[in-house]
């Protein structure tokens, strides 16, 4: 079992930025892809980034291409979310999730565990 643990959201004007933090407990976390998907009010929740084992293997949203940074640190069992140049659409609240399986996946029903988000507010 994984437990995942979100932080970092707030509010921000746009064109600032935030750094999201998820710490993982448990064994093997370096073994899981990690994703970041995000949830807007009144929408459905949708793929932000993911990384797989090495930080060298990531997937970005086309609306998050340029702007937002996946990066894991293994040693420490920890993924972050680097959002720069935020835009008001970012406004969502941020999910963190790992995936079990071999292959980097866009897909939500290829997470296995999930953690219980934390709300970014872009002010435009």
């Known amino acids: 079992q994984v437990q995942l643990v979100e932080s970092g959201g707030g509010l921000v004007q746009a064109g600032g930025s935030l750094r999201l933090s998820c710490s993982a407990s448990?064994?093997?976390?370096?073994?899981?892809?990690m994703g970041w998907f995000r949830q807007a009010p009144g929408k459905e929740r949708e793929f932000v980034a993911a990384a797989g084992w090495s930080s060298s293997s990531t997937s970005y949203a086309d609306s998050v291409k340029g702007r937002f940074t996946i990066s894991r640190d293994n040693a420490k069992n920890t993924v972050h979310l680097q959002m720069n140049s935020l835009k008001s659409e970012d406004t969502a609240n941020y999910y963190c999730?790992?995936?079990?399986?071999?292959?980097?996946?866009?897909?939500?029903?290829?997470?296995?565990?999930w953690g219980h988000g934390t709300q970014v507010t872009v002010s435009s």
């Open positions: 999730a790992a995936s079990r399986g071999f292959f980097m996946t866009r897909s939500q029903s290829s997470y296995d565990y």
């Open positions: 448990g064994r093997s976390f370096s073994t899981y892809t």
